[in-house]
Nanobody, 128 residues
Framework: QVQLAESGGGSVQAGGSLRLSCLVS????????LGWFRQYPGKEREGIAG????????YYADSVKGRFALSQDNAGNTMYLQMNSLQPEDTALYYC?????????????????????WGQGTQVTVSS
């Protein structure tokens, strides 16, 4: 089993930055894919960024490309999402999620159904 916990959300003005963290615990050696998703009220979760922990795959949605950046700590237990140039449309509940023992094909966050393990989410609010 794997547990994920997001942190780092908050309120910021447009143009500001936040860094989200996703702490992964449990059977971390089996984690192959980590992704970030966001959800607007009444909408489906949208995959915005994802990676294969072996470094062979990285994905950014067009809506965040050039503004958001993924990274991991050296131990591979924490994934970060650096969010720059935030806009009001980035206001959402942000989740991280994981896939175990998977090839890079399954890391694409545009297929949320591939991700089995989810955190509880952290709210990001951007004011104009």
């Amino acid at each position: 089993q794997v547990q994920l916990a997001e942190s780092g959300g908050g309120s910021v003005q447009a143009g500001g930055s936040l860094r989200l963290s996703c702490l992964v615990s449990g059977y971390t050696s089996a984690v192959n894919c980590l992704g970030w998703f966001r959800q607007y009220p009444g909408k489906e979760r949208e995959g915005i960024a994802g990676l294969h922990t072996g470094g062979s795959f990285t994905y950014y949605a067009d809506s965040v490309k050039g503004r958001f950046a993924l990274s991991q700590d050296n131990a591979g237990n924490t994934m970060y999402l650096q969010m720059n140039s935030l806009q009001p449309e980035d206001t959402a509940l942000y989740y991280c999620a994981a896939v175990l023992t998977a090839s890079p094909h399954f890391c694409n966050p545009t297929r949320p159904s591939s991700y089995r393990y989810w955190g509880q989410g952290t709210q990001v609010t951007v004011s104009s």
